[in-house]
């Protein structure tokens, strides 16, 4: 089992900045993949970034490519979500998630989630 701690969410003005972390523990090894969902009210949960955990590719959600940056520390078994530029619409749950690959097969690992709220 892998546990995921999301932190750094809550209120910024539009235009603002935040940086969240997400800290793993567990059976880090087998996680082969991180990334960072969202979910507004009433909307369905949707993927912002991913990151493979050892060569680094990345791949972003078009509504935050170019405001967004996801980067990882495996030393510190910990991924980042900066995000810049923010607006009103980027309001939502921000899910940490860990993909893990092992003789159980592939697994989803969920963090319990953090706040963002942009407004004025």
């Known amino acids: 089992q892998v546990q995921l701690v999301e932190s750094g969410g809550g209120l910024v003005q539009p235009g603002g900045s935040l940086r969240l972390s997400c800290a793993a523990s567990g059976s880090i090894v087998s996680i082969r993949r991180w990334g960072w969902y969202r979910q507004a009210p009433g909307k369905e949960r949707e993927l912002v970034a991913r990151?493979?955990?050892?060569?680094?590719?990345?791949d972003y959600a078009d509504s935050v490519t170019g405001r967004f940056t996801i980067s990882r520390d495996n030393a510190k078994n910990t991924v980042y979500l900066e995000m810049n530029s923010l607006k009103a619409e980027d309001t939502a749950v921000y899910y940490c998630?860990?993909?893990?690959?092992?003789?159980?097969?592939?697994?989803?690992?969920w963090g319990q989630g953090t706040q963002v709220t942009v407004a004025s």
């Open positions: 998630n860990a993909e893990t690959a092992d003789s159980m097969g592939v697994l989803e690992h």
């Open positions: 990151i493979t955990r050892y060569s680094g590719i990345t």
